[in-house]
Structures are given as C-alpha cells and as structure tokens.
C-alpha cells in the first residue's frame, strides 16, 4: 500500500506542527504497522466508550453538553492562542483566504460553538424513538428504534469548529467519535480535544467517548480507513481530493460528503429585490462554505440580470461569465469570459459562474450536468416552475426563493452537522442527530414459535 492514501494537497505541514505529528528530535519515526497498531488501540477504547454511551439517557448527555459549552468559553483564551499559532502558520505556507477563514477562530465565533451546543441540549434525544411498530396477528409486539451508530469517525480538513459539531453530535446520538481534523488545525485541535475529554470526565461521561489520531498525520488517517470491525461509519469532510480520496480506499463503511456546487436558477418571474438580497447572502455572506452558491443561471426573459450584476460586483465577486451574459451586461459591469472549467468549479471564494438558459429545461439539463448534489435553488413568482423544480432536480436540498446558505444543520434545526450527505444511503443533506443513528428491531412475544 502507498504511503499517503490522503492528498499531500490537504495536509500542508510546516515546521510548527512538527511536533503534533512528528516524533520527537532524536526518536525514529513509528512504522506503519506500529502507528496502525496503536490507531486500533483508540478505536478499541471508542468501542469500549460507545457501549457507556448508548446507556446514557438524556439528562447525563444534555449535562454533558452543556459542560463542553461551559469549558469552552472557559478555556477561549487558551484556544484562540492555540489557533492564532494554526493561523500564523498558515498565513507563513501561503494558505489561500477561504482556507484561513475556515481555520481561524474568534470570541465570536466560540460563542457561537457554545450555544449550538445548548440548542443541541435543547433538542430531543433520538436514541429510543420508535420508528415504527405494530402487533402481528399471532401476538408478537414489533417495535423498530433508533439506536447509536457505535464509533463515528470523521476526517475533515482544516476547520475546528467541526471537532466540536461532530464531539456534540456524537455525544447526543449516544455514539463515540474518533477525529482527524487535518495538520494545519493541529494545534486548535489539540486543544478542543483537550477540552472536550476534560469536560466528559467532569459529568462521568468517559473520556474516550471523543479521541484524536491527529498526532500520527496521514498515517493516522489511513490506519483509521482499515480500522473494519472496529469503526462503525467513516464521514470525510473537506475537499473533493480527500473525499474521494477516503471513498475510494477506506475499508469501512464510508458516508460521502460532498463538494458543494451549487446552482441558483434566476426565472423570467422572479423580482429583483428578492434576487439582489439572495445572491448577496448566498455569495458573499461566508464564500468559503460549501453551502455558498457557485453557478447562477439567468433566464434569457429575465431582466434582473442588470441589478443583479451590478450588485455583485460592488460587493467584490468576480462573474465568470458566458457570452450571452457578456453581451447582456451593462457596459460598468465588468466579467471575464467562463469556460467549462468555470461550470465544474467550487470556487469557495468571490467568484461566481454565470450562465444563460432559454427555459427551465436548459436550467435543470446545465444542473444536471454539473452538479454535485447538493443544494439548487430556483428564485421565481411561478408556482408551476418551482413545483417542476422540486420534482426534476435530484440534489440534497432544493430551495424555492430563498438562500442556499440554510443548508445548515443549525439553520434547519438540526441542532449541527456532521457534514452534508450528498449520497442517498441512510442519510441524504445535513446529517444532524437522527442521521447519527441507526434501528434495531425489537420483538416481544409470550412463548410464541414460528410454524
């Protein structure tokens, strides 16, 4: 097998994170087999903490909770002084914008990490919902429940608040998480980790319910993909070269995230003050998130576009534009000519595809033909063309006149998200509580055989 099933392009190291994944001076670096040996170690202890959670009932897992909410405030300086050491690092390697605004922490942006977590408190426990049920006519009483996934592991690249989304969502569901947040968060991560286990232990949760192999680098995160019959279900998050990366060599089961681009349909009907403020948000409000709007398709009757454009470009986006936009654009509105790179491209930064279609067949073909699944939105005053959306676009979330921005686990009130599931095994758009859990069937019967 090859040394790094993971891209190099994921992990830039550099000399300050040496000694979080690295041995130290003087020490030969682990083997293969050794760092696979010790990864299985921590997935046996996530085993051994999974079977402690499943027992939990709501009221220890909220208490726990909101014990994480309350260290991590407690401890923000510690962690923003861990995460200025990630930042300055990555701004030293020539990290792109996008990249060191998914990195980097704030005041604001811990608050925020505590109080998902009080609404994840808040909401209620889908471990022992009742899916299902009935009484056969020989008397058997069937019940089908929500039950934990087991040991959740999650490889992501560079962004911290993901540890704690995924730590609060395990913990909840009843589960174990094994993480892998990628070199360039390594110090932020440690010191999440350390936080989250500390606070685990404070409530009598064990410790082991949230484990790292961030210390053994790609190795780790490789030793993690061959971990069979010891981790339950793999989610990679990041980039499409790590996604496909895991998909395509992880021996355990694997849930796919998906690379985010995403469309915007502009009908001949929609108003334009609706279509301003949408673009904006869903453009620029946050452009390095996956939930940011790539492609906008503009129908040829429309007469936005102008409006549109114009307020685009004073926030700062870059239109890639084809010809027939091109000509349609005012002349103070400038664009550079897109090419089918352009349709394929999750820009994750102030630039932004645009194409025009004839009908809302030519929109649904050009989505069909470039998406990734998922979310598209459609901005229209027809109800005909929005229901004709919903049914033909086969995408996670589709959304009628509003931003692609609320596909969020947060914004649909799903507490978080593990990530966005764009397959459509088990769990499909933001996987929150319930898409952390799977059923087990429960049979009751008083002496009853089979004939």
Sequence with gaps: MTEALIPQAAEKSTDARQATTMPEAGKARPSTADV??????????SRQAARSMARANRAWKDRG????????????????AANAKDVAAGKANGTSAAMLDRLTLTNTRIQGLADALENLANLPDPVGNVVRGQTLPNGLRLRQVNVPLGVVAAIYEARPNVTVDIAGLGLKSGNAVILRGGTAAAATNEALVAVL?????????PADAVQSVDQFGREGANALMRARGRVDVLIPRGGRDLIQSVVANAKVPVIETGEGNVHIFLDASANEDMAVQILLNAKTQRPSVCNTVETLLVHSASTVLPAVAAALRAAGVTLHADERIRAALPAAVDSVPATDEDWATEYMDLDLAV???????????????????????????????AERFIAEVDSAAVIVNASTRFTDGGELGLGAEVGISTQKLHARGPMGLTELTTTKWIVQGEGQIRA
């Design 36 to 45: 696979e040996a010790t990864v299985h170690a921590i997935a046996d202890r």
């Design 197 to 205: 286990r500390d606070a685990l232990e404070s409530v009598g949760l």
């Design 65 to 80: 909770l909101r014990a994480i909410a309350a260290a991590l405030l407690d401890r923000k300086a510690h962690i923003l």
């Design 355 to 385: 194409a025009m279609v004839d009908s809302l067949d030519d929109a649904v073909k050009h989505i069909r033909t470039w998406s990734t699944g998922h979310t598209e939105a459609i901005l229209t005053n027809d109800l005909g063309n």
